[in-house]
């Protein structure tokens, strides 16, 4: 049985440098330790590990499990190119879900390294079906060990074991590794020696309060109405922390000839997005530093239900919260992805290339109930002047005129400060 995910090296190296502290679970970005390269972070961007080809590169099962002809040497060659294909190195990391790392406990040293939507053990677990017998993988965690430093400039190792039972006429245990992980001119390398500097770690807490936080950064040409517009899926929960409000999308109504997307504000600053909701995000600059984001795990606490958003979150590969395995989008010509047209205007567009970006958003023309009408193209614009509140909305009569500000929960706001308010029954921005 044929198992693609790799990751069983892709979160070994996630276990690369954790804090001072190893003992709390939490959000982190691992950078690089060495000097030449010590702006590179681990991102994961695939999930695919065939054990079908690492065993049968072995030699097979046999010649695994008893060392023969090299046979260890040859299947450690052929997860660092998975390996290599599943993890990248890279220096432009705010914007990116795919640098942070959940970093989770498993006992004593043993931790389990989960992003994107998947994780270590997860991904490491398996079992390859050969004629010979049954090769199984499991329990694969990552071995985490301080060697310098203190605090926040602690330095780590981080070396994996991975165990494959092989049943033949007898049970036998072969263990490979421990295997350490290293930056190779920015590239990802498995190595039996931690000696270089290349093969050490820092660990860095992902939070709104310093440097190392998490962030939308949309493009410049995504401006509508003096905001700027991105899209977002992520595997964990975020509380928005800067002047950003999300959206989701409930369905398409014709509006002057044209089909436009309808839009539903489902928070701004304060509120948490659950994890695994595809939303459009609504940012007052392009600035990283004012569209914060904190990663959580805590439950999303805003309406986002009739969403027709769906998400990608490794490349071309979608996981939603009720469905636990992950799917490859198999019908291309059926998207319309958000982008931009000549004309500038926002919204979603027919779709020719043949690669979904990891972490944004999409709609299914299957979704919608006159796909097939003559007068349907798909073709979606926006306006965001027409949506509907999904948190609690403030009803005011159209007679009567009240100038009190309100924020979006209802609740007169005496002095405000910037940021979107009802008055008079209309959103209204306050700079």
């Known amino acids: 049985m044929r198992k693609l995910i790799l990751l069983v090296v892709c979160g070994l190296l996630f276990t690369l440098g954790v804090s001072a502290q190893l003992g709390a679970n939490g959000f982190y970005r691992i950078r690089n330790g060495a000097a030449a390269t010590n702006e590179d972070r681990i991102s994961i961007v695939d999930n695919v590990l065939n054990y079908t080809a690492v065993v049968e590169a072995a030699g097979g099962a046999t010649k695994l ?27 432009d990391y705010v914007a990116n879900p795919g640098t942070v790392i959940y970093i989770k406990k498993n006992s004593g040293s043993a931790y389990d390294l989960q992003a994107q939507g998947t994780g270590l053990n997860e991904i490491g677990t398996g079992v390859y079906q050969s004629s010979q017998g049954p090769v199984n993988f499991k329990n694969v965690y990552a071995t985490i060990k301080k060697v310098s430093g203190s605090e926040a400039n602690s330095l780590y190792t981080a070396s994996v074991s991975i165990t494959a039972t092989v049943k033949i006429v007898m049970t036998l245990t072969k263990t490979m590794g421990p295997y350490y992980f290293e930056d190779q001119s920015s590239e990802l390398n498995i190595n039996e020696s931690s000696s270089s500097t290349s093969a050490k770690w820092y660990i860095e807490p992902v939070t709104s309060d310093g ?89 999303g606490n805003v309406d986002v239900s009739g969403n027709k958003l769906h998400g990608v979150l490794l490349k071309n590969k979608y ?52 796909a097939s009408s003559n007068e349907f193209d798909g073709t979606f614009t926006m306006d965001f002047s027409q949506t509907v509140s999904g948190v609690n909305e403030v009803h005011v009569e159209e007679t009567v005129k009240d100038d009190r500000y309100y924020d979006l929960q209802g609740r007169v706001v005496e002095h405000p400060t910037r940021g979107i308010y009802i008055r008079n029954g209309r959103k209204v921005y306050v700079n």
């Open 319 to 370: 996981k939603s919260s009720d469905n636990a395995t992950l799917a490859a989008i198999t019908k291309p010509t059926r998207l319309r992805v958000f982008n931009v047209n000549n004309s500038g205007k926002v919204g979603f567009y027919k779709y020719s290339g043949t690669d979904l970006s990891a972490n944004k958003v999409y709609l299914d023309m299957a979704d919608f109930a006159n």
């Open 211 to 299: 440097d190392n936080y998490f962030a939308a950064k949309p493009a410049d040409k995504m401006k509508e109405g003096g905001k700027y517009y991105t899209s977002l899926t992520t595997a964990f929960a975020y509380q928005i922390v800067g002047d950003v409000n999300a959206y989701i999308v409930t369905g398409v109504e014709q509006k002057d000839g044209k089909q436009v997307a309808t839009m539903k504000l489902v928070g701004g600053q304060g509120k948490i997005i659950p994890a695994y909701t595809p939303v459009i995000l609504e940012c007052t600059s392009t600035d990283p530093a004012l569209n914060k984001l904190q990663p959580t795990t805590s439950a």
């Open 65 to 91: 499990a008893l060392e023969q002809d090299g046979a260890v040497p040859k299947a450690v060659a052929k997860v660092t190119e998975y390996l290599q294909n599943d993890i990248h190195l890279v220096n």
